[in-house]
Antibody, heavy 117, light 107 residues
Framework: EVQLVESGGGLVQPGRSLKLSCAAS????????MAWVRQAPKKGLEWVAT????????YYPDSVKGRFTISRDNAKSSLYLQMNSLKSEDTATYYC??????????WGQGVMVTVSS | DVQMTQSPSYLAASPGESVSISCKAS??????LAWYQEKPGKTNKLLIY???TLQSGTPSRFSGSGSGTDFTLTIRSLEPEDFAVYYC?????????FGSGTKLEIK
């Protein structure tokens, strides 16, 4: 069974950093592109980042480019999201997801990040 | 960026009825559209991808259609477990973009 378990969320002040982790199991992690998607309170879904199988290619929307960095450790079946210069508008539940092709075949339960002073 | 316009944002129906949800892209995305189901306490579920291909495990009462800019998710003979929020997402190009969601509630 595919499982994706996020961790590392919490309350952080504006301008500070936070790193999210996602532990993957139930599939060969190194074979799949992975992604982060977020959902602000009472809002819709927003794609945040995607990383290739080897980690050599990464993709971001303009809203987080230059502030967020997606990475992975295939030996540990783990995905990460380093978030710097956080803003109040980054407050959201962050989901780890496994790509099938470019669609997102499996999702985690999510982890909450609150950016507030 | 491709803007995805989903409608309606809210839909009320009874079990056994059929419903349709529309998703329109701001430019052609070929057939690269996915539909997801969001339910409280459960992980988001991919229902359909590439416009009309059912993900493994998706009940046959779900169907997707469309190409180019106009797409539709149809659910025939609603079951109680179908009442949820549905999102479309284009997977033709980066940045990946989602529709704003449709909340399907029991009438």
């Amino acid at each position: 069974e595919v499982q994706l378990v996020e961790s590392g969320g919490g309350l952080v002040q504006p301008g500070r950093s936070l790193k999210l982790s996602c532990a993957a199991s139930g599939f060969t992690f190194s074979n799949y592109y992975m992604a982060w998607v977020r959902q602000a309170p009472k809002k819709g879904l927003e794609w945040v980042a995607t990383i290739s199988t080897s980690g050599s290619r990464t993709y971001y929307p303009d809203s987080v480019k230059g502030r967020f960095t997606i990475s992975r450790d295939n030996a540990k079946s783990s995905l990460y999201l380093q978030m710097n210069s956080l803003k109040s508008e980054d407050t959201a539940t962050y989901y780890c997801a496994r790509h099938s092709n470019w669609e997102l075949g499996y999702w985690g339960q999510g982890v909450m990040v609150t950016v507030s002073s | 960026d491709v803007q995805m316009t989903q409608s309606p944002s809210y839909l009320a129906a009874s079990p056994g009825e059929s419903v349709s949800i529309s998703c329109k892209a701001s430019k052609s995305i070929n057939t690269y559209l996915a539909w997801y189901q969001e339910k409280p306490g459960k992980t988001n579920k991919l229902l359909i991808y590439s416009g009309s291909t059912l993900q493994s495990g998706t009940p046959s009462r779900f169907s997707g259609s469309g190409s180019g800019t106009d797409f539709t998710l149809t659910i025939r003979s609603l079951e109680p477990e179908d009442f949820a929020v549905y999102y479309c997402q284009q997977h033709n190009e980066y940045p990946l973009t989602f529709g704003s969601g449709t909340k399907l509630e029991i009438k």
